[in-house]
């Protein structure tokens, strides 16, 4: 190899240069280096990567455990000495095209003491969504008075998986992370 100081030919196992003392690098330490750049860069596209996919998942799971678990609490909160009846699909309203779906609202009848009252579920879709019976909670002392759970139950169960996908990401990251460290501790040992 040619010493950089001085541009003399010197012998590929040299260290230093014959000639004027340069320190060289031989090939094998240049392998290395690079080999070290490039397990470094892998390591930096697996954090950027999984922390892309992590970090949202983690923050939506949140917020569809906080959402399922508050307006699940609020509903059982209300409904708590409720009484529970079926209510009969009757009829749809507001109903709005939505990217060419229509979506409506539904009215469910329900009969305490002879008298009918109507219930709506505080969600809206397509006619087919809505079932034809809907378990129906009302006020024993003003019977206009429901809560129609709304399956909040859902969003808890999405919740939590999506907070367990990017638990289980963070854990394969730090196995990669491991792993690649791994690897470069065994480059070192070879050179050395
Ligand atoms: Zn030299």
Redesign the pocket.
């Known amino acids: 190899m040619l010493?950089p100081?001085?541009?003399?030919e010197?012998k590929n196992t040299n260290i230093k240069?014959?000639?004027?003392?340069?320190e060289l690098i031989n090939g094998e330490e240049i392998k290395n280096d690079a080999t070290k750049a490039s397990i470094k860069m892998v390591k930096r596209f697996v954090k950027i990567i999984f922390g892309a996919f992590c970090l949202p998942l983690l923050i939506i799971g949140v917020v569809f455990l906080i959402i399922g678990i508050k307006e699940n609490m609020a509903e059982v909160t209300q409904a708590k000495d409720y009484v529970e009846t079926t209510g009969h699909l009757k009829n749809f309203i507001n109903c709005k095209v939505d990217d060419g779906t229509e979506v409506c609202e539904a009215i469910y009848e329900y009969q305490v003491d002879g008298k009918t009252y109507t219930a709506s579920p505080k969600m809206t879709g397509t006619r087919n969504a809505f079932k034809k019976e809907k378990t129906i909670l009302y006020n024993p002392n003003r019977p206009q008075e429901n809560v129609i759970y709304a399956g909040y139950g859902i969003f808890i169960i999405v919740g939590l998986c999506l907070i367990m996908a990017a638990i289980a990401i963070i854990f394969s990251k730090r196995k990669i992370i491991k792993r690649l460290e791994q690897v470069e501790e065994q480059n070192l040992v070879n050179i050395n």
């Open positions: 010493c100081q001085c541009g003399k010197n240069c014959e000639y004027c003392g340069y």
